[in-house]
T-cell receptor, first 110, second 113 residues
Framework: GQSLEQPSEVTAVEGAIVQINCTYQTSGFYGLSWYQQHDGGAPTFLSY????GLEETGRFSSFLSRSDSYGYLLLQELQMKDSASYFC???????????FGAGTRLFVKA | DTAVSQTPKYLVTQMGNDKSIKCEQNLGHDTMYWYKQDSKKFLKIMFS???????INETVPNRFSPKSPDKAHLNLHINSLELGDSAVYFC????????????FGPGTRLLVL
């Protein structure tokens, strides 16, 4: 079966850097995605890693190690508006479905 | 312009009723999805359609019936609503089955009393 593990909550201060980890177990693997969801809002796509290494998009970076079945989302120069839930997700190669982790709630404090 | 839209945004109804949620995307995407997000924010896929054809039916009770009249629309009809159906239902779309980037609608908050 497929499973993803990520921390339930992370707290950091404004201006800091925070890393949200995700480990996965899948029968097949295409890549690891990250989505952001604010309270009351819809999930929004942030990044996708199919190959090992770091992908950078502005203040957000995402990393993947396929050999370790591990990835992380790195948020730099944290802002209050980054307070949200962050979900990692993997694609089920057999059924074309996306499996989401349980989400990490990020609290950014002043 | 809204990329993925859903109606209604809120739905409060009694147990046993039948209700529908509509979804439309104007992105020209081939693939559309329905997800259920429970009170613990766990997001689980229910159905996916590709060019109006059902691809995934993720062990959802048959009280839930999706319908895709064309590839821009994917509606969800729910019969005999139960308390446990209370959740937020998200519609999403992607360019095709292989594309990882999914665009989500604003969600429909369903409360069954």
């Amino acid at each position: 079966g497929q499973s993803l593990e990520q921390p339930s909550e992370v707290t950091a201060v404004e201006g800091a850097i925070v890393q949200i980890n995700c480990t996965y177990q899948t029968s097949g693997f295409y890549g690891l995605s990250w989505y952001q969801q604010h309270d009351g809002g819809a999930p929004t796509f942030l990044s996708y890693n199919a190959l090992d290494g770091l992908e950078e998009t502005g203040r957000f970076s995402s990393f993947l190690s396929r050999s370790d079945s591990y990835g992380y989302l790195l948020l730099q120069e944290l802002q209050m508006k980054d307070s949200a839930s962050y979900f990692c997700a993997v694609r089920d190669t057999g059924g074309f479905k996306t499996i989401f982790g349980a989400g990490t709630r990020l609290f950014v404090k002043a | 312009d809204t990329a993925v839209s859903q109606t209604p945004k809120y739905l409060v109804t009694q147990m046993g009723n039948d209700k529908s949620i509509k979804c439309e995307q104007n992105l020209g995407h081939d693939t559309m999805y329905w997800y259920k997000q429970d009170s613990k924010k766990f997001l689980k896929i229910m159905f996916s359609y590709n060019n109006k054809e059902l691809i995934i039916n993720e062990t959802v009770p048959n009280r839930f019936s999706p319908k895709s009249p064309d590839k821009a629309h994917l509606n969800l009809h729910i019969n005999s609503l139960e308390l446990g159906d209370s959740a937020v239902y998200f519609c999403a779309s992607s360019q095709d089955l292989t594309q990882e980037t999914q665009y989500f609608g604003p969600g429909t908050r369903l409360l069954v009393l």
